[in-house]
């Protein structure tokens, strides 16, 4: 028996997939930038005695990296202070705990990598480099999650509960509502409240003559938008600090969540941190009523979850 082949949309995939392989490839970097920092702290304790001061003294600016043929990353402990006297690190525990952040150097993660490094020449098939110890140490805010992130994340969960709703109310002079476009209509007003029915804010538009305003309309569009920018607010400062996560490798924003089951065909419905629509893992939002009733030409409606 055959069926029908399926579609699917050539330009989306082709999108998806370039996407998703630039994200790796920024994630790698980010993982190498990582590695470098890792690098130069290994090299503090161990000069240091892995005593947990920041103020703890020692001299090394500079670590030599050196790569083999197979373009793999090792140390031979040589480093530099800033008069530029050669030393040598000790073989400890803590040098061969570089390995691991070694082994994520590479050449396809080379611009992390070489912005950092200076480069000294080849010597019997190895290349060699000076890592600047003082520039990798120097994470980037970004690399981490940044305290404007996380306030705004507060900010999001200390407000009262979403959906928020806005509401347009248009009146006369004598404070009557009227439609609005009646032309006795001086007054709007767009009240937002929240899930709970609470007013989370309100703007006003007098345009009762050019005493108001000599662009009435134009002052109502602009204060819909800002209202309507309020209302979805929370919403996409979630969507975005969700997406934000994934695309810098670290969450996966689109890992799906198990919310429950549909109450009218009783399909499992997930939700994911980009997407709070109730989605079956098919991908599917809509049913067509329960399992006795499927089939039989009835309308697809919404997901329910059931309660």
Not at 1 to 9: G, I, K
Request: aromatic share 6%; hydrophobic share 40%.
């Amino acid at each position: 028996m055959t069926a029908p082949a399926y579609r699917f949309d050539a330009q989306n995939l082709a999108q998806a997939t370039t996407q998703a392989r630039d994200r790796v490839h920024r994630a790698e970097l980010r993982l190498a930038r990582v590695a470098c920092a890792q690098i130069a702290a290994a090299v503090r304790d161990i000069l240091t005695d892995d005593v947990p001061r920041p103020d703890t003294p020692f001299d090394a600016i500079a670590l030599r990296l050196t790569t083999n043929r197979d373009q793999e990353f090792s140390v031979d402990g040589t480093y530099w202070t800033a008069d530029g006297t050669e030393r040598y690190l000790p073989n400890t525990i803590a040098l061969d705990a570089m390995d691991e952040a070694l082994a994520v150097l590479n050449q396809f993660n080379r611009a992390a990598w070489m912005p950092l490094c200076q480069y000294e020449g080849e010597h019997d098939g190895e290349s060699h480099y000076r890592l600047d110890l003082i520039k990798a140490a120097a994470l980037p805010a970004e690399y981490a999650h940044s305290e404007r992130l996380t306030a705004i994340r507060d900010r999001v969960d200390a407000a009262t509960q979403s959906p928020w709703t806005v509401e347009e109310f248009v009146c006369n002079r004598h404070g009557g509502l009227v439609a609005s476009d009646d032309p006795d209509a001086v007054h709007t007003d767009f009240v937002v409240t929240d899930a709970d029915d609470i007013r989370v804010a309100e703007i006003a538009v007098n345009h009762d003559g050019p005493s108001d305003t000599d662009q009435p309309a134009e002052d109502i569009a602009a204060a819909r938008a800002n209202a309507q920018l309020i209302v979805s607010a929370p919403q996409d400062l979630r969507y975005l600090a969700a997406l934000l996560d994934h695309v810098c490798g670290g969450k996966d924003a689109e890992e799906i969540h198990l919310r429950g089951f549909c109450a009218h065909c009783g399909t499992a419905l997930c939700t994911s941190a980009v997407s709070e629509t109730l989605t079956a893992l098919d991908g599917t939002t809509h049913c067509t009523g329960s399992p006795r009733t499927r089939g039989r030409g009835t309308t697809p409606f919404p997901h329910v979850l059931l309660h």
